[in-house]
């Protein structure tokens, strides 16, 4: 192997995705009073941002590690909405002062599923009771198999301006052993669509590790993406843990690429878009120079949170749905994932609000040094410190040469380009409720 290579296999120990410092299988219940006090400062804020869950899809993905469900009834669906309005309600005392939403974003699941009308409902009702007409920014997820041109014209008028799609692979042979097919066409049609609009914002989320991938077959669908110019591109690591998600085991694991192959494929697909015009913003994405991501990176702007990176470092990020994580810097909140006990709350007019978690001063020190690595790709040595009360905290790092000083700035250490990869191996090594523990309930560091 190449001593890229090497690095990538050795740094590649279990280690959490850092979406939520502390991540949220180790959040410890926080008292009622905590929530309701957090609740109550709602009421002072004047910016938020927002993220609506829609769980239902049309088809299993084997891969899916999401929480959804499988069903074609219109009627679930927006027997669904109609929970969610009445979530939104519930809020209504607490959201008045708000003048701006930074971002307001639909995931899921499939929520292009979701009827215009459903959708004109939810965004009317969140304007109304924030007394906001202007949303900043208006995202959602698609799913190409179930979406049309037509449909892509009706997200536009409702004031839709970025667009995820889930591409995964375009090989069909892949796309057979996952259980997703759809064709390089039918992307196409919707990415011209938003082409005639004038639309650029629209970004791709690709899969590497799956059944039946090689080096060449990820490059042809690489190839096939790069036709259709996405301003982003995603690429994520597949994590392949059977045991925490049944439905992988429709997998076969004899298909899927060994520890070699799989970090060939990941080096491979990185190059590949880094000698063809993209930059790396951070852990599995990048991005075109005219993109905001990569703006917001080089002015140390960029932000992380459970949907990932963003511009909007706005807090609260308010979690709407089934499931839905809420972020208000130094708590988190999390609804009940069991559909039945989340429309059991809502009825009897209560947050469905089950899983809470407060931040202490150290575990607000530590999100912030692990935001800085992920978004700043840089650590200073002071907060180390104030985290372990030692300086030899950052020795392993750097005998790995895994962080780098900055001649102009002693107090600050740098990650270099090549070492992104491993971003997720240094923060689990500045972590010190994980530090030196391996954890099977993460998955893979790449």
Known sequence: MSQKLVRLEKFSQNCPRYTSYPPINMWQQAPESSLSNQLQKLKTVSSASFYFHFPYCQKLCYYCGCHRKITKSEEKYRNYVNLLL????????????IDRIEDLHFGGGTPSLIPTDCLELIIKKLMDITNKKII???????DPRTCDSFKIEELINLGFHRFSF??????VEVQQAIGRIQSFE???ALVQQLQRHKISSYNFDLILGLPRQSISSVGASLELCLKLKPSRL?????????????NQKLIDENELPNTQEKLEIIEFARSYLLKNGYKEIGMDHFALESDELFIARNEGNLHRNFMGYTTAKAYPLIGIGLS??????DFYYQNAKDLTEYQERIEKKQLPIVKTHQLDEKQLKSKELILDIFCKLKIEQQKVEKIFGESN????????????DIEENKNFYKIRASDIPHIRYIAKKLDPMLKDKEEERFSSGV
């Open 86 to 97: 009445q979530e939104l309600e519930l809020y209504a005392g607490y959201l008045n002062n």
């Open 136 to 142: 900043e920014e208006m995202s959602i997820e698609i």
């Open 166 to 171: 889930g591409i995964q692979d375009f090989d």
């Open 186 to 188: 039918q992307v196409e």
């Open 234 to 246: 995603a690429l994520y690591s597949y994590a392949h843990m059977p045991k925490h998600l049944p």
């Open 324 to 329: 839905s994580i809420s972020d208000f810097g």
């Open 393 to 404: 905290a950052l020795e392993h790092l750097l005998k790995e040469n895994l962080i780098h």
